[in-house]
């Protein structure tokens, strides 16, 4: 079992910059996979960007170049730097990990989630 809280999420202006935080802990491995991903109200949860052990990173398109994916292994931590906000940005966003990740950007790789941190970006 891994259990996974986020925070850092408030409310901020359009252009503006903020920086999640996802702690793991319990069964982590060196093999595991962690990614973030958000939900929008009425929208489907989608994903925002993915990150293996070894540090490969995969991003959706809608925040290429504006947020970046980190970790930082020996604390068992999960960054999301999201900067040039938009409004269309406001979600509830979650952390995910599983120890195989075919997929850094598919929600089925994903067998544990932490309870989401709400991001919401005003213009």
């Known amino acids: 079992q891994v259990q996974l809280v986020e925070s850092g999420g408030e409310s901020v202006q359009a252009g503006g910059s903020l920086r999640l935080s996802c702690v793991a802990s319990g069964s982590t491995s060196d093999n595991y996979c962690v990614a973030w991903f958000r939900q929008a109200p009425g929208k489907q949860r989608e994903a925002v960007a993915g990150i293996n052990r070894s540090g490969r990173t995969r991003y959706a398109d809608s925040v290429q170049g504006r947020f970046t994916i980190s970790q930082v292994n020996a604390k068992n931590t999960l960054y999301l730097q999201m900067n040039s906000l938009k409004p269309e940005d406001t979600a509830m966003y979650y952390c995910?990990?599983?120890?195989?990740?075919?997929?850094?950007?598919?929600?089925?790789?994903?067998?544990?989630w932490g309870q989401g941190t709400q991001v919401t970006v005003s213009s």
């Open positions: 995910a990990a599983a120890y195989r990740c075919p997929d850094l950007l598919a929600s089925g790789s994903y067998n544990y």
